[in-house]
């Protein structure tokens, strides 16, 4: 039986949205999410748990017939983790019809970013030093387990073209302190809370 070629092999979704990037460098920019299914890090407190949920399975011509309607020329591949999926073929047919790209990530795989406007690392367990020195952002979470040497490390790939953002789990009153506090005695790193859901959107 013949096999289908990468660009008509199906990405397992939970879902595709247009609203505005509610994290990091980007927080407030008009953006298509395609949210892909599945991630086997197992973080304790995910707040997208749900994307383990595989409500389609769509081509990548069938994802760009789902964004071309919302006419925002940015897209968000996020999850989940997105890179636990074949997703070079989407990136590259996204790029060909000129979309800015932006890739949320743990950065667990190392895959090719030349096509990708936005590459945000957000550092887990399984986490590859390749894909840090790829970043255009790395996102930490602080929460109650962070240490500030294990945080501090990451300020060694900081450069012109990557960004290091505090991020407070859950925008928690005491994270938060904990992030200006740091941020405040080491004035390279920025903040990132989470827009949308202090606005209360998706």
């Avoid at 008509?8 to 407030?28: M, V």
């Avoid at 071309?68 to 999850?79: E, L, Q, R, W």
């Avoid at 406007?117 to 390749?130: A, G, N, Q």
Wanted: charged share 25%.
């Amino acid at each position: 039986m013949q096999q289908p070629s990468s660009k008509n092999k199906t990405l397992k979704i939970n879902e595709i949205f247009y609203s505005l990037q509610g994290e990091g460098k980007y927080a407030g920019k008009a953006a298509v999410f395609v949210r892909l299914s599945g991630c086997s890090e197992g973080c304790p407190w995910c707040d997208t748990k749900y994307a383990h949920t595989v409500n389609a399975e769509l081509t990548p011509q069938q994802i760009l017939a789902e964004i071309a309607p919302c006419g925002a020329k940015t897209v968000v591949i996020t999850g989940g983790e997105p890179t636990e999926q074949d997703i070079t073929p989407l990136i590259d047919l996204l790029h060909k019809d000129n979309f800015e790209i932006h890739l949320e990530t743990n950065g667990s795989k190392d895959i090719d970013t030349t096509n990708i406007f936005c590459t945000t690392v957000s550092p887990k367990t399984h986490t590859l030093e390749e894909m840090l020195k790829k970043a255009n952002v790395i996102k930490v979470i602080i929460d109650d387990d962070i240490t500030p040497q294990k945080l501090l490390n990451y300020k060694k790939y900081l450069n012109e073209n990557t960004e290091l953002y505090l991020q407070p789990e859950g925008n928690k009153q005491e994270n938060i302190e904990k992030c200006l506090k740091i941020i405040k005695q080491n004035p390279s790193l920025k903040l990132s809370l989470q827009l949308h859901k202090l606005i209360n959107i998706r």
